[in-house]
């Protein structure tokens, strides 16, 4: 009776939990479309692609930026507009976090809530987008500290899928995804063994591992190729969506996104897909700046997947992680920057711009930090042509905040995506308003 009782108990616990999670959403309204003109005037306006321009002038219309005026200009739009007073307010394009698992997981602990990863070792087909939740709490938290637009990366496996590029505010998934399939996902393997406490393998057993994981990568790909040639050979031959998803990346239409950290294993990746006439994008890349040759020599980025954290060894210099950027930088080698949460730290995704402001304090260029997280994350995602700066043409996926960008003091007022003014609340700000109300019934706090 006693043991019947404990498992009723445990299954009660584990329904609440999963029950808990399930009301845990995105209560915030989805924007509308954009209605009419809308003109930002007076703001500091950063475009990231060009200069810096005080007391200069926005307009929009339909989700897309019509002009970008400097002082004195006046801005031409036919019927009513919306003017807002930029004065003293600092403008700037939506971030983008280059690689998270922001919509595939909510609660770690609650397995019901994370849909980060697939069975099996080696998933081409299946693509981020369509496993997110669009009511996510974590998409309007990011919002709320100007993150807009995200890298969306299935994980678990050597081959996990594809990524997706999404706005981070829609009803739907599909209402989300900018780019559906960014790129092939590769989770390459260690080469060099591990010599912890606890490992329990030998440097042999480790090895011959490694070596067959790269063996079934290299196999799979091999007989991707077979299949292509077999299809244009006789259009009769039976589809095979593994071998489909992976089409765009073997033809160097989209990029491979290889992850891996250590030095022997990001050359032996990044020289595996050169062999095979592929794209590399290397995320991760703690000792990228060792692979520098290899990097520069092939033209390939590197998304550093943070800066707020520990020192990989323990006789690394304390200050690694942030001059990281710095070093490639110098090293001119292409590369943004990303919290490197994955699926694991998507709640700490509103942390993006203080990982770049670490490096400026190491010696990185202000401009070049932004520039990390909002332009050239575009360009590593494919979607450099429609984000990532403020230009004529571009969607007006733009911030508005009270300070530059990367102070931790600043405070986002407004923000848009594609024109549409989004609602910048979330279950942390309910709470805050929540108890300042009661704290002012109480008469300990006084806002008069």
């Known amino acids: 009776m006693n043991m019947q009782i404990t498992n009723l108990m445990r299954t009660c616990a584990a329904g609440a939990l999963v029950a808990g999670a399930a009301h845990a959403q995105d209560l915030t309204h989805k924007a509308p479309p954009q209605a009419v003109p809308i003109i930002i005037e007076h703001a500091t306006i950063y475009t990231v692609s060009g200069e810096v321009i005080n007391d200069g002038a926005i307009v929009f219309e339909n989700g897309v930026i019509q002009q970008v005026l400097r002082a004195g200009e006046s801005p031409r739009v036919r019927g ?13 394009p939506g971030l983008i976090s280059a690689v998270t698992g922001l919509g595939l997981v909510e609660v770690n602990a609650v397995r019901a809530t994370v849909d980060s990863s697939e069975v099996g070792d080696m998933s081409p087909e299946v693509r981020g987008a369509v496993a997110v939740n669009p009511d996510s709490t974590l998409f309007p938290v990011a919002r709320s500290n100007g993150v807009l637009t995200a890298g969306v990366f299935p994980s678990g496996g050597v081959i996990p ?26 989770n390459w393997p260690n080469v060099r063994p591990i010599t912890a406490r606890w490992m329990n393998q030998t440097e042999e057993e480790q090895r011959k591992r490694s070596a067959e994981r790269i063996t079934k990568i290299t196999d799979l790909f091999a007989a991707a190729r077979a299949y292509f040639e077999a299809k244009e050979a006789d259009s009769s031959t039976p589809t095979d969506v593994r071998f489909e998803a992976m089409r765009s990346a073997i033809n160097e239409d989209t990029p491979v996104f290889l992850f891996a950290q250590e030095y022997e294993q990001i050359v032996s990746g990044l020289t595996w897909a050169m062999d095979q006439k592929l794209q590399p994008v290397l995320v991760g890349g703690r000792d990228a700046l060792l692979a520098k040759d290899l990097l520069i020599a092939n033209d390939i980025p590197v998304v550093i997947t943070g800066t707020l954290r520990q020192p990989s060894r323990r006789d ?50 202000p401009e070049t930090a932004l520039r990390s997280i909002t332009l050239e994350a575009a360009n590593v995602l494919g979607v450099g042509d429609r984000l990532g700066s403020i230009a004529p043409g571009k969607s007006a996926t733009l911030v508005v905040a009270d300070g530059h960008p990367l102070e931790l003091t600043s405070n986002v007022e407004m923000a848009f995506i594609d024109g549409r003014r989004i609602d910048l609340s979330n279950k942390q700000t ?19």
């Open 161 to 186: 899928g594809r990524a997706s590029v999404l706005r981070l505010d829609g009803w739907t998934w599909e209402d989300m995804t900018i780019r559906d399939s960014a790129g092939l996902i590769i």
């Open 430 to 448: 309910k709470l805050r308003d929540k108890y300042r109300d009661k704290y002012r019934q109480i008469g300990e706090i006084n806002d008069n």
């Open 80 to 92: 009513d507009a919306e003017r807002i007073d930029g004065t003293g307010k600092h403008v700037y």
């Open 316 to 365: 690394s210099a304390y200050d690694q992680a942030y001059m990281l950027p710095v070093e490639l930088e110098n090293a001119g080698i292409r590369w943004c920057l990303s919290t490197g949460g994955g699926s694991f730290g998507a709640s700490d995704e509103r942390n993006l711009p203080y990982h770049a402001a670490a490096s400026v304090a190491y010696g990185l260029s």
